[in-house]
């Protein structure tokens, strides 16, 4: 991620975790803005969590956003092999074949 916007924005940001939260929420989001607005979010059950789990589609969308999106990214059509590989994953004899898929950087 080399966008200056991005990256002024991600410099500002604080997380900080609540001991207090268990492992798969709630999320608390706060906002504070510049000029001293605060505006909080609650998320109950944050999407992917074992409550909420993604659907097949939200997660090969998820999957390949990030194959795309990384630092290193791959291409659309390396990305879409990558998630069919490993979709099949549990009905590999040998995990080999995932090291076989099509996906190169692009």
Do not use: W, Y
């Not at 990256?7 to 997380?15: D, G, I, K």
């Not at 659907?55 to 879409?80: I, M, N, Q």
């Amino acid at each position: 991620m080399c966008d200056p916007a991005v990256l002024a924005l991600a410099s500002r940001v604080n997380v900080q975790v609540d001991p207090e939260a268990g492992r798969f929420g709630p999320v608390h989001l706060v906002i504070r803005t510049s000029r001293g607005a605060r505006h909080a979010l609650c998320i109950e059950n944050p999407p992917g969590t074992p409550s909420s789990a993604l659907s097949e589609d939200e997660l090969r969308s998820k999957a390949l956003a990030g194959f795309v999106g990384a630092a290193v990214p791959l291409s659309t059509d390396s990305a879409d092999a990558l998630v069919r590989t490993l979709s099949r994953f549990e009905h590999c004899a040998n995990v080999s074949a995932l090291f076989r898929s099509q996906a190169q950087p692009s």
